[in-house]
């Protein structure tokens, strides 16, 4: 069975009195352990896909289950919880807590949506800082920004999630460090099993990612494949 | 490692300048209000010790209809012997009753052979007297202050009686009176001491023995117009009432309507309406310290959900539910409150400890009064939790809030 199946979804934004389509009518399956990128010009509808992946919203028609559970109608507190079990989410600003340690990023999915027991957690914090090659003690604040993309990424794993949903991951960061990050999610998908999904127009994303599905003003128009 | 109150102290901590603001902002209103409830507290405490310990006792018990007409002291209102036994069976079975007093209470003319003025008399039983109203003695200026109260053939007069009529201890002074049949009778006394003077009624009130009072209206019964009362704990003032009350009903006169009144101390010194007023003063300033925290800890919290929006978004993207989101921002306002209130209950502490060492003395109307503040535990508790309640109030919209905030719309604001 597919991680996601999407079945004729769309997506209109209310503007005044006029509904403007952002996704009209997109089907596509995305199976375990896939390294995929939704890519296209700005306005195509990739973060609008993004959104409706990681159950920050609905579509306004057509199916949509992620990991055999159909998320197009879920509740506000149903979403959160599916989001805190099954997603995870890394972005382009990093949105790391700045009052939080390295350490305590990584850690504040554990124990603040999953409830894991402290020696639980450490020992999976540890791993995870071990896993992006991190200290525990440093602050945003006194990180570079691979440095603190590579917290973001120990933090979207650290819950064993199945599926994570990168929005520009590398886009801010330099060459080098962009595919250091990248490299460091393929070995992490490779360890860890864990999908995951971008939305870009980098480049060096589109290079990496083993499956591409191209988007234009709303439609799919690489469509239906299975990693 | 991390918990949500953790997570609000570092949050608050960000923006160090404004939350120290904020919480000195608090901390003065509840040093404020404590400082001012203490030393009102000890004002009141005060002056109501000193009215009730001199003069009035904590509740009397009189003939119904009496104090409508006390300013003229009326002899036809006494209470007659077999109502004054059912009273004193009455308080002698109430437990918290410590002593009580019968007076006798007369107008008189009061001569030194030259000038005539009018004097109120309390004709007393100096020993029953002395424990109902154990201060009044402290009130003496001249005179024997150490033996009892009175003796026969002698009277204390008020201060003012005795500069105005130029009389001091050992002048022989007469004592005309009017009885309730009309017929007038003097005698002569001895001045025994004189009494300072005191705020509100009696600040014309002089003493004698109570035979001699009554050898003076010539009463052929043992009648009282007024029995005084003293309790073990002026806090047990209302409960006391109650059970008092019950026989006393049952003393009816020939209308089989009740025959007494029982007036408790604050409904016969003008000092209540003062106590009322601080009393009023207290809720206005308790009113304005929980606008401080109010609005203070809500402009705080507001600020600090707009501030965070992109934050709170990434946090409900990872997961968080919006009732966890909600606990973080209130627990922010639980905080701030907390703290200031906590600071502002110590300073306060140290003010009236100082205040105790070097006490502030001041003049109230012919009264000096030395102020010994203290906080009663439970009017700090009550503050610290009203600060509490009022910051959880104020943080309870900003943390709604972010609860609700859309996470898309979260994670694209700039």
Redesign the interface.
């Known amino acids: 069975m597919a991680l996601i199946q999407a079945t004729n979804i769309t997506k209109n934004y209310r503007v005044g009195d006029l509904d403007v389509p952002a996704l009209k009518g997109i089907s596509f399956a995305i199976g375990e352990g896939a390294f995929a990128a939704f890519v296209g010009p700005s306005g195509s509808g990739k973060s609008t896909l993004l959104n409706l992946l990681g159950c920050l919203d609905h579509p306004s028609s057509g199916t949509l289950t992620v990991h055999g559970r159909d998320v197009s109608t879920l509740s506000r507190n149903e979403a959160a919880r599916f989001r805190g079990e099954h997603l995870g989410f890394v972005f382009q600003d990093f949105n790391l807590v700045p009052v939080l340690s390295a350490y305590e990023n990584i850690e504040y999915p554990l124990l603040m949506v999953r409830g894991w027991s402290p020696e639980k957690r450490r020992e999976r914090v540890m791993k995870m800082i071990d896993a992006v090659g991190m200290t525990e003690q440093e602050r945003p604040d006194q990180m570079s920004g691979g440095q603190k993309q590579r917290v973001a990424v120990a933090r979207a794993l650290v819950g064993e999630p199945r599926l994570v949903l990168a929005d520009e991951p590398t886009a801010n960061l330099d060459h080098d460090t962009a595919y250091r990050i990248l490299n460091l999610m393929k070995t992490m998908r490779d360890d860890f099993g864990t999908s995951f999904i971008f939305s870009t127009h980098d480049p060096k994303i589109m290079n990496e990612a083993e499956l591409t599905f191209v988007l234009e003003d709303g439609r799919l128009q690489t469509e239906g494949g299975v990693a | ?4 109150f953790n ?1 609000a102290a ?2 608050l ?2 923006y160090r300048r404004r939350t120290m603001l904020t919480a000195l902002l608090i901390t003065l209103g509840v040093a404020a209000l404590l400082l001012f409830v203490a030393a009102a507290g000890s004002f009141k405490q005060t002056m109501v010790g000193s009215i009730t310990d001199s003069m009035l006792g904590h509740f009397q018990v009189h003939r119904k209809g009496y104090t409508a007409s006390i300013d003229n002291l009326p002899l036809n209102m006494s209470l007659q012997p077999k109502a004054v036994a059912k009273i004193e069976t009455a308080l002698k079975a109430e437990p918290e009753v410590a002593a009580y007093s019968k007076r006798v209470k007369l107008g008189a003319m009061f001569s030194n052979f030259a000038e005539n003025t009018s004097i109120r008399l309390n004709g007393i039983d100096p020993a029953a007297e002395d424990a109902t109203v154990p201060a009044l003695r402290e009130r003496i200026t001249e005179g024997n202050k150490d033996g009892p109260l009175v003796e026969r053939g002698k009277v204390l007069i008020p201060e003012l009686i005795a500069k105005g009529m130029k009389v001091k201890v050992g002048d022989t002074v007469v004592l005309v009176v009017t009885n309730s049949s009309g017929s007038v009778n003097g005698k002569n006394f001895t001045v025994g001491g004189v009494l300072q003077a005191v705020t509100g009624p009696g600040g014309r009130d002089g003493y004698i023995d109570i035979a001699d009072a009554r050898d003076l209206l010539r009463m052929e019964n043992e009648e009282v117009m007024e029995i005084a009362v003293r309790l073990k704990s002026i806090d047990d003032l209302s409960a006391v009432q109650k059970r008092v009350s019950v026989p006393l009903d049952e003393i009816r006169n020939k209308e089989d309507k009740p025959a007494t009144e029982l007036h408790l101390w604050s409904q016969l010194s003008p000092f209540a309406n003062i106590v009322a007023m601080i009393d009023m003063m207290t809720l206005f300033i308790r009113i304005m310290m929980v606008a401080i925290v109010l609005v203070s800890v809500m402009n705080v919290m507001l600020m600090a959900v707009y501030e965070r929006i ?2 709170i ?10 009732g ?1 989101l909600m606990a973080i921002f209130l627990s922010e306002g639980l905080l701030l409150g907390l703290f200031g209130a906590v600071a502002g209950i110590a300073i306060s502490y140290a003010v009236v400890g100082g205040m105790n060492v070097w006490p502030m003395v001041f003049n109230f109307g012919r009264e000096q009064i030395v102020l010994h503040p203290t906080l009663a535990v439970s009017e700090v508790l009550g503050v610290l939790g009203l600060s509490i309640i009022v910051s959880g109030l104020a943080s309870l919209q900003p943390a709604w809030r972010a609860a609700r905030m859309d ?2 719309q979260a ?1 694209r604001h700039v």
């Open positions: 490692m991390m918990s949500t997570l570092r949050n901590m960000r992109r934050e978004g990434t946090l409900a993207a990872i997961g968080t539910q919006p966890k996470p898309i994670l």
